[in-house]
């Protein structure tokens, strides 16, 4: 963000009539590579993620991480910051994200009623200054899984996460027992002790929740006033509650009255307590209950805070989404396929456009390991599919106008840590975890340390590493990234260009492309789409009807095609399109497949396009 300094430079300097049309001078104390449209605050408008240039923005990353759930790095996700800055980095130049949901625990942060430990929340800081020195964006989210890991004794076969052990202790519940669980979060439904805890929070019993409410408001001035203002930008909300759950519903109550009557009132107190701490100006990302959308029919309960009217734009629409049916093994014999959960994310759009607000995904995943660790790599494409568009593949090309907005969404997870861990589950020193992510046998990290202690995908790059439009300087019609991941030595392509573009599929080849058409606003800034590693930029082809290039050049603002590093010194880049007009469709076709095309290829490919587009969209 500009300072006072800088500000009255450029004021200066327009008087004066020497300002060069279409750039902005950088500030002295901006992240590396920032350019002078990058590091506001987002906000909420209209529905969107919005920066001070009125770009819709979309948030692309991952959690971090589930250390948090475990005693060894003291429910921190790092051992240290220097473990945080390296994560950080690797996340965006391997993972291609932007943003984080950093966990955090009421355990740690409250160990005795009534006082907050300031050293954790000191440390905790620090380690989201890492991912914001990295041009990372982050939303905190006050993190929690079966209520609490001390309503497990030390021979337990499940763990849990989130509450201290004084709220537990207030409420003298029976000792846990799940009965025939093969899957931990049977234990929300199944065992008396995680719902009668979880019943007590949302009633207040002893007073637990007005304490967790307080340590919040607690935990969040102390990030705003250990934050640099430039920082604190970069911190685009808070989560207040992972999975919300009522454990035991009233007589006659329904998941959907438990939403109105009893979780929304706790957001409404807990919107509060960000304004009180000072971020009046940051959302809420609120869950709905959490088996509102869940896919299989009896584990589905009403709800997607169906009466919380409209919520932007101090309220976030957030939700999780796992395909239980591939999970399960049993419910899914087979893999994912094209358009496999445009139904699941079309009902995730739906619901936030009937709230007037953006929409995010801040859990998804599969496993990694386990006897259905196989269908992992077409669930995850799948997921990201429905993410970028609520079309499949099929169909896109002769629908893009019903593609719907690009949701912005955070993968579980990112733990660098994932096969390396020393857990004493439940505190039994006879029961140490190391494998996978060490918390009730999941596997779903994303990253670990390879032999060399370097940072290293566990997943095709090709599927985590996307292009995606990271801010579009109008409004988006519909975009597409095929990403030819691979399942085993098979290539995945689901969306590929069809016969009637010859030149356009020449042009692509066997390659990984994206489409964004977008609408332009007038603006100055400029329309961005983040580049994989596998776009180096000597191989980037990009078609627009704002021009063809081959090896786009660096960016200026006079150059409608270029390219440009991303905020944050971490060698990532970003394609930036700028269209000076207002109203008028473009669109952008960014692509590796070719080499060296010739310059009657990419003008055969840009006529296509453009009759394409005007039959397309009206």
């Not at 409250?110 to 990295?134: H, S, W």
């Amino acid at each position: 963000m500009p300072n006072r300094r800088a500000r009255l430079l450029v004021v200066l300097v327009l008087l004066c009539g020497f300002l060069t049309a279409g750039t902005r001078p950088a500030t002295a104390d901006s992240l590396p590579d920032s350019l002078w449209f990058d590091g506001s605050p987002l906000t909420v408008q209209n529905g969107r993620f919005t920066d001070a240039s009125g770009r819709e923005v979309v948030l692309r990353g991952y959690n971090v991480s589930g250390e948090t759930k475990l005693a060894e790095n003291g429910g921190l996700p790092f051992a240290s910051v220097a473990d945080a800055r390296r994560s950080a980095t690797a996340l965006r130049a391997l993972g291609g994200g932007n943003t984080v949901r950093f966990l955090l625990s009421w355990a740690y942060a409250e160990p005795v009623r009534g006082q907050v430990d300031t050293a954790y929340l000191a440390a905790a800081t620090d380690q989201m200054r890492a991912f914001l020195d990295a041009g990372i964006r982050v939303y905190p989210d006050f993190h929690q899984d079966l209520y609490s890991r001390h309503l497990f004794g030390p021979d337990s076969w499940y763990t849990g996460d989130g509450a201290p052990k004084w709220a537990v202790d207030a409420g003298n519940y029976p000792d846990e027992f799940c009965g025939i669980c093969l899957f931990w979060g049977q234990n929300i439904t199944q065992n008396e002790a995680v719902k009668r805890a979880s019943y007590d929070f949302w009633h207040n019993a002893h007073g637990v929740q007005d304490a967790f409410l307080t340590t919040a408001q607690k935990t969040m001035a102390h990030v705003r006033q250990h934050l640099s203002a430039e920082d604190f930008a970069g911190i685009v909300g808070f989560d207040p509650y992972n999975e919300p759950h009522a454990g035991v519903y009233d007589p006659g109550q329904t998941s959907r009255i438990w939403e109105r009557d009893v979780l929304w009132p706790f957001y409404e107190k807990f919107r509060a307590r960000m304004d009180a701490a000072g971020w009046q100006t940051k959302p809420a990302f609120v869950e709905p209950n959490l088996f509102w959308n869940a896919n299989l029919d009896f584990q589905k309960e009403e709800g997607g805070l169906l009466d919380a009217g409209t919520l932007g734009p101090r309220y976030v629409f957030n939700t999780h989404f796992y395909d239980q049916k591939a999970i399960s093994g049993v419910f899914m014999w087979g893999k994912a396929a094209d358009g496999q959960y445009a139904g699941d994310f079309g009902t995730v759009r739906d619901r936030a456009a009937a709230t007037a607000t953006p929409a995010i995904v801040s859990e998804f995943g599969h496993p990694l390991s386990s006897s259905v660790s196989d269908k992992a790599p077409t669930v995850l494409k799948a997921m990201y599919q429905a993410l970028d568009s609520r079309l499949p593949g099929a169909s896109w090309w002769s629908n893009p106008e019903a593609s719907g907005p690009v949701l912005s969404g955070t993968q579980w997870q990112w733990d660098i840590y994932n096969g390396r861990h020393h857990e004493l589950m439940n505190g039994n020193p006879d029961k140490v975890l190391t494998e996978g992510d060490a918390w009730n046998d999941e596997d779903l990290s994303a990253v670990h340390l390879d032999d060399a202690g370097t940072a290293a995908l566990r997943q095709d790059a090709r599927l985590l590493d996307r292009v995606y439009p990271s801010a579009t300087a109008g409004t988006t019609v519909a975009f597409t990234y095929e990403d030819r991941s691979r399942d085993g030595s098979t290539t995945l392509t689901w969306n590929p260009v069809p016969g009637s573009l010859p030149n356009v599929a020449r042009l692509v080849g066997s390659g990984q492309y994206a489409l964004l058409l977008w609408r332009s606003d007038g603006g100055e800034a400029p329309t961005e789409l983040h580049l994989p590693a596998s776009f180096p930029t000597p191989a980037t082809t990009v078609v627009s009807d704002l021009g063809t290039v081959y090896a786009p050049p660096s960016y200026t603002g006079t150059t409608p095609v270029g390219v440009a590093a991303e905020p944050g010194g971490t060698g990532s880049r970003r394609l930036l399109l700028t269209a000076p007009d207002s109203g008028v469709l473009h669109y952008a076709l960014v692509t590796n497949g070719a080499t060296a095309p010739s310059a009657d290829l990419l003008g055969a490919a840009r006529a296509e396009l453009t009759a394409w587009a005007a039959r397309a969209v009206n």
